[in-house]
């Protein structure tokens, strides 16, 4: 079982996350932060795997991953 | 009247240099002059012209260097830390006599200092960055229809005196848009160039463009050349603008973008009856001291409006010479003096004087 | 549960100014990751070049100076032989060190100077607006390129690894990208090296990692990813070009 | 006659276009115009202004300390700039993204619903030609004819197409505040 | 009296420099200064120092700014087209606020001009050759002990403002030979530096050494902070030389080499019953005009003499205010000015003149 | 009889001011045999260095301009772009090309300049007195490595031709010696065919001369010429390095 | 048969030349030129072979060889 | 009293030497001395000259433009260098060198065989030395003692063993002009 968390004040909405997670459970919000950005979230938790492709790709250090 | 288009002030300097004949241009990116470059880039190859991004602004001071040695109108464009490299290269063109035009669009400094307008590199363009006796010509446009003009006016005098041309400008006027003429010039024509290096072909004797004088006696009778043709600049070549000057007790003098300001700021203060003028150099180099001396001697008091610590105000006070007071408002770099500070400025600078009429 | 990928200690807790999904924030995090691996937080000295990472001393959590553009090499062996002990690196762009910092790596790398340098290779100009850059590709188009990079005016991509490597004293030369998230892990690996070779005292050690620009590439950032792995790996081909001696781990 | 105004909001939200949108016009009725942007390293992302005086004198100094309108499409570009507006001035703000009130009394204040209108006519970006239709209504500073002879002149080959969009959008901006 | 030895200017500098406790030269060969850096380069090593042969000038000033912001004791030295190489990186030195020391033994100029002695680079060095309102403290030496002991008190002066010091010679002070004195400075001990970027070991806070202020108010903030320095140095840090000002009618104002000239040509004039002192500015910025403006009230008038065409004249004329007359006499680069030429500049001074008594 | 061996045309016809021996003689009369031999003189433009052939416009029967130490090919790029019928070459020596002018040499070769570089290493420098160079060889003793070189603290000799070899866009490079009459000879194949390179438009050509001090190495003249052979040829390999297309005679 | 002559006054009698002779006829003189140096010179004309070794190696441009 | 000396000659054949000699043999008596020479590109294989002053004052200019004493070591120096002298002074002429006689007829003229002499004391390289002894005699500015001192200070190692020579040489020279 793995967790991701995202500092989303950080977030500036670029999709990378997005882009790379195998499992495609990354998904662009609908609100936004304050800085204007539609942040990044993950939905289904449960599906991580914990791989951190996410985290490692994000160029805002928006991502913690939990194994 | 000729169409009215709206232009960048950064713009207009690349059009007006190509609507001057100028078909080289060598530069190197930097804030906030970059549309000069872009605009070039995009436009020198329409007209035929050349346009090289140097390595460096050490390298493109050269390569103008090299295309103006070979008689063509060549020009480099920058911003005040990539001015202060290009002074070895300066110092070269000066002495070496070699026509060209260089435009500073001065930001905020020292050192690595911001992006927003300055006027703090008036030293450095008219007492000389780099080393030795040399001067550029320095001129100081207030709008983007005198950027187009003055460069023309720049190439015209480079070739004419054989010397290096400054226009010096802020990010400000490198920024804004304001509507222009563009017009064709019709006395267009570069003049022959017999000195410059271009072959010695069909029995042209040798030109060498060198700025090299080993033997002392050579070096200095290069020196007394120089220092002639300076002279004879100073009587022909200085300009300035008046406005309000005959009845005012106080005459503003400021160029460029603390002009405009100081326009607008006059205005609020002629308009509750303070008597200013506003002075305008025009060549930063020479500076209009004869007249400033004259204005003096007719009892006007003076303040200077820079966006510097203070550098013009030395030569304005050279000229007037102790024979009347000179005051001085700035903003240090980093910050545009807004017209209330400078009527501000004004106001003050005529309380408790008695009232002349 | 326990944290598998979190904040380095060596990047300040603070947002970055770069534009959303520019991988200079990626290659900040693993130089970052690097050093508080290394353990050398508190010895390392940065030098911020002039580029988008200007302002690189607010992001790492280590003493820094400010370099003239193209010069950071210069100010690193200013400080590195002021302070030999000290961990120092620079950060520069493809314009700071391809183009008016030519000189000054070739000549710090030719010393041997026993620092470490971060080379983001973007093949363009980022800071001043999109303008071309000794690395920009043939016929891409940039602010002083609008008709495509000519190459017959212009010439071609500088190598810059494959340049020094015809050096003799640099002790490690690498070229990698973080175009995904395998090639990211491989960066990390080469940056780590890089700074361990000047931890071992072994000499002059240079990474370029090629980098995106999505803002004046004029594309999404997850676009330009992808320009980068199909249009700059292949004109700057990744791998370690110098590796003196292994060091010892 | 001058009207000095600041144009404030995201980059993007296509406030330089409106400000010199305005000083086209301005310089086709034969004023004196000067539009002079933000530049620099704010542009990254962040926010951008422009400020443009549209008199009948030559312009002084292109740079405004006390606007006499104000447009802000985004808040912090009216909590940046609210307290500049000269007292009398007009703020025009964008309503649809800006949920808070603006705190001057001494101001007149219009909200515009920029975004929702665009959107409504099919294009959330000219969301800035909303508020410039109100503003050509409110101030009178240029006609709307004007205005449009220069979106003819610059809208050209592509953009063509979008001409008719964005007269629809000043129009509406128009009765917006009619 | 401690054991005279012969010592060439050059040499000077160099050992000067490192009784002063300076442990880091980065420079580049250029005439005529090639003395400085080839001792250093024997030297260092023995006194556990570092030399490094840097590519070019530019890289060398860079160097100073890295070992300066580390805390150490740095300098370079070059000579007039060098020097202007430097100056953007002076203007972030000074900016950054990172002490050290650069010397010019300057040259004839301008461009590439010749080997010459030269005093034509003063306003480079007083005005700011680089961009923005910044300066450098500039030393005048008028001998080859006044060098050892202005590097002294040039290194202390850097540490103690934070500030660049330029050490302005010129070739032949450079290039002769004088007996001097050299000694180990009991007081020499370099302070703290806590400001330094060394590393945040032991929890020390992070050190920037930076120049940049994006922020238009930082930017400005980072100028008041810079000119209100400046004004302190003015306050505190004038030095010059008097001899026989009191009864002198004539003043001539003159540093390093032309000093010693004028020195032995107001000598002969003395002779002949002229009343005629010298005044030899030490600290070129900042500049001795409050002393010049107390002797100007006193009714003296002044000569300069420079091997320029005129450039510390401004600052004369500037601290005199028009209160008395300031008169000329130079060599243009590439001739030092010979006695004779300086005491018949002085005795036709005098000519015409009514006698004082 | 036949003059089989005479005076150059494209050489002035009077004394130089270099050091007995000194071989930067021999090279300025080997690029004034080539100018006569392509029938260009009259066409061409030099470009003189800050060195000891500062003065070379004095010797080169052609219009030249002297350019500030290091910047020769900016400037002959300023001068190839403005007169792109000219033919223009530099002189450079070790200092001005390896050392100051590493930038410009290096953008100037990666453009394509079409431009000829003469680049005359005497590993030292002369003009100002035998300095070390960048080129200056392990161990070797010069005012400035009074100790010898030091390889630790100031690296290796550039090899310059080795290193513009990794760029895309020069046409010829290649590196030949003086010190006896068949390299005389081959070096003259070498500059004529760089300048041969340049007549017809192929872009960049640089020749490296390798060369003597006698003065500063503090050899006879002699002695030199051996020591150029026995210590810099084998650090400085002689040949052709880039011959694009060979160009049509 | 071949012949050689030099411009004595160009001479700098570095000595070029006489090394690489491979018939070993060139010597220095004994007088001095204007210039101070001892300037090379051939007495055995007859052996010169032509070869224009001496002439491709001086660096002053002393030598002309005729055949 | 002030002597202002001017030493010229080929590079190589000692003149800056003995013109060091004097200053240091001025320093050492307790004198105010300078040495300047003439630098640059000149020394490349030209003519080399410097320029000494030893006095009872502080020296001014180290640069002489009416030397009191000239040393002409080849016949360059002496063109160049003969129309300086004071009227009075000293000139100093190696006469095994320069065949021609000086002009001035308001100066004193010494000619000294020096290289003849020092070839006669087995070593062409004193012949500086020679013109030094008669120097000495001549103005007595400082003590032949003091001199040599200065050649046992700076001689050392190698050379040691050349001061007797020097010595020699100087005595030579003194003699000649006794
Ligand atoms: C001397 C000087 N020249 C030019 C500039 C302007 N400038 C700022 S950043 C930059 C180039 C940045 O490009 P790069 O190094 O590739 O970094 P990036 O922004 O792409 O990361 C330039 C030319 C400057 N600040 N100083
Ligand atoms: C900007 C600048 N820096 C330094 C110098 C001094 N300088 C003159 S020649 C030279 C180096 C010459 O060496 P090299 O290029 O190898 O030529 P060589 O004399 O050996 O032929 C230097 C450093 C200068 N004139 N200008
Ligand atoms: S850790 Fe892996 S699986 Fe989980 S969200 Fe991130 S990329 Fe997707
Ligand atoms: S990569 Fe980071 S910044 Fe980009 S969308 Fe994902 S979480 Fe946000
Ligand atoms: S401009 Fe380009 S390189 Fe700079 S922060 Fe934006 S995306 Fe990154
Ligand atoms: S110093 Fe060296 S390179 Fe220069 S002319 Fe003399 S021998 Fe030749
Ligand atoms: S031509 Fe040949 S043989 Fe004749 S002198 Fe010259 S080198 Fe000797
Ligand atoms: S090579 Fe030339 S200069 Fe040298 S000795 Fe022979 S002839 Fe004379
Ligand atoms: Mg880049
Ligand atoms: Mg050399």
Redesign the pocket.
């Known amino acids: 079982m793995a967790k991701v968390t995202f500092n989303e004040e950080r977030c500036k909405g670029c999709e990378l996350c997005v882009s790379v997670c195998p499992k495609q459970i990354i998904h662009m919000a609908d609100r936004f932060n304050s800085k204007g950005y539609r942040p990044a979230e993950v939905i289904e938790q449960d599906k991580c795997i914990g791989c951190a492709f996410c985290a490692r790709m994000c160029p805002d250090v928006v991502i913690e991953v939990y194994k | 009247m000729a169409e009215r288009i709206m232009m960048k002030g950064n713009e207009a300097f690349a059009e007006g240099a190509i609507k001057a004949g100028c078909r080289f241009f060598f530069g190197?990116?930097?804030?906030p002059q970059n549309e000069i470059p872009e605009y070039m880039s995009r436009r020198m190859p329409e007209v035929g012209g050349t346009f090289i991004q140097a390595e460096?602004?050490v390298s493109a001071i050269n390569m103008v260097y090299g295309a103006g040695g070979a008689g063509a109108r060549a020009m480099t464009s920058?911003?005040s830390?990539?001015i202060?490299?290009k002074q070895e290269g300066i110092s070269y063109i000066a002495t070496a006599e070699v026509p060209c035009v260089i435009v500073n669009v001065a930001r905020g400094g020292p050192g690595?200092g911001g992006l927003t307008p300055s006027q703090a590199d008036y030293f450095q363009a008219v007492k000389g960055g780099g080393h030795g006796d040399y001067h550029m010509i320095v001129f100081a446009p207030g709008s983007v229809q005198e950027i187009i003009d003055l460069m023309y006016e720049a190439f015209v005098t480079a070739d004419k005196y054989r010397n290096p041309v400054m226009v010096l400008a802020d990010g400000l006027l490198g920024q804004m848009m304001e509507p222009v003429v563009l017009r064709d010039w019709e006395d267009l024509q570069i003049p022959e160039k017999p000195w410059a290096s271009t072959g010695m072909v069909a029995g042209k004797p040798q030109s060498v463009i060198n700025s090299l004088g080993l033997a002392p006696e050579e070096l200095e009778n290069m020196n007394i050349r120089l220092q002639n043709k300076y002279r004879t600049i100073e009587e022909n070549e200085v300009r300035y603008e008046e406005d309000g000057v005959e009845d005012a007790e106080l005459i503003i003098v400021a160029y460029g973008t603390s002009a405009r300001v100081s326009k607008s700021a006059i205005n609020k203060a002629r308009a509750e009856g303070k008597k200013v003028g506003l002075f305008r150099p025009i060549t930063l180099w020479p500076f209009p001291s004869k007249r400033l001396a004259e204005l003096a001697e007719a009892g006007k008091r003076f303040m200077t409006v820079e966006m510097s610590a203070g550098q013009m105000i030395e030569d304005v006070k050279l000229a007037v010479n102790g024979k009347s007071e000179v005051e001085f408002y700035g903003r240090y770099n980093g910050a545009i003096p807004s017209v209330t500070e400078v009527y501000q400025a004004i106001m003050k600078s005529f309380e408790g004087r008695e009232v002349h009429k | 549960m326990k944290q598998v990928f979190g904040y380095p200690e060596s990047l300040q807790n603070r947002p970055n100014h770069y534009c959303p999904g520019c991988t200079?924030g990626i290659i900040h995090r693993l130089v970052a990751e690097a050093i508080d691996e290394l353990q050398v937080r508190e010895k390392t000295i940065a030098v911020a070049?002039?580029?988008?990472?200007?302002l690189a001393y607010n992001y790492f959590n280590c003493d820094a100076q400010q370099a003239?553009?193209?010069r950071a090499p210069a100010v690193a062996t200013g400080i590195k032989r002021a302070l030999p002990d000290r961990i120092v690196f620079t950060y520069?762009?493809?314009?700071?060190?391809?183009?008016?910092g030519m000189a000054e790596i070739v000549h710090a790398a030719n010393r041997g100077e026993n620092i470490t340098v971060i080379f983001?290779?973007?093949a363009?100009?980022?800071?001043?607006g999109g303008?071309m850059?000794p690395?920009t590709l043939p016929g891409q188009k940039t602010t002083t390129s609008p008709y495509g990079r000519d190459t017959a005016t212009t010439g071609y991509p500088i190598q810059v690894c494959e340049m020094l490597n015809t050096l003799k004293a640099p002790a490690f030369i690498a070229r990698v990208s973080v175009h995904d998230p395998k090639n990211v892990m491989k960066a990390k690996e080469a940056i780590k090296k890089a700074f361990e070779y000047q931890v071992n005292g072994k000499g002059f050690s240079l990474v370029e990692v090629l980098?995106t620009?999505p803002t004046?590439w004029g594309m999404t950032p997850v676009e330009a990813l992808k320009w980068l792995e199909n249009n700059m790996v292949p004109v700057f081909p990744l791998g370690t070009f110098r590796s003196l001696e292994e060091v010892s781990k | 006659m001058t009207l000095e105004g600041i144009f404030a909001g995201f980059g993007g939200q296509g406030v330089m276009l409106i400000g010199q949108l305005l000083a086209y016009a301005g310089m086709y009725e034969g004023k004196q115009v000067s539009w002079f942007p933000s530049y620099g390293p704010e542009m990254r992302g962040g926010t951008a202004n422009c400020s443009v005086v549209v008199s009948d004198e030559p312009v002084g100094s292109p740079v405004i300390s006390e606007p006499d309108l104000l447009v802000a499409m985004n808040r912090p570009s009216l909590e940046k700039f609210e307290p500049m507006l000269k007292s009398g001035g007009m703020l025009f703000y964008n309503s649809s993204l800006i949920h808070v009130t603006p705190k001057r009394t001494d101001i007149q204040v219009i909200p515009i619903p920029a975004n929702d209108i665009a959107t409504e006519l099919g294009n959330a970006k000219v969301a800035n030609m909303v508020v410039m239709g109100a503003i050509l209504k409110k101030t009178g500073v240029v006609k709307l004819e004007t205005v449009v002879s220069v979106l003819k002149k610059t809208m050209t080959g592509n953009k063509e197409k979008l001409i008719a969009l964005n007269q629809q959008a000043l129009e509406k901006g128009m009765e917006l505040v009619g």
Request: proline share 7%.
């Open positions: 190197y990116p930097i804030t460096s602004e920058s911003s830390p990539g202060s490299l690595l | 200079h070049p002039v580029g988008c990472a200007v003239a553009h193209g520069q762009g493809d314009g700071d060190l391809a183009s008016i983001v290779n973007n363009i100009y980022g800071m001043t303008q850059a690395t980098s620009c004046n």
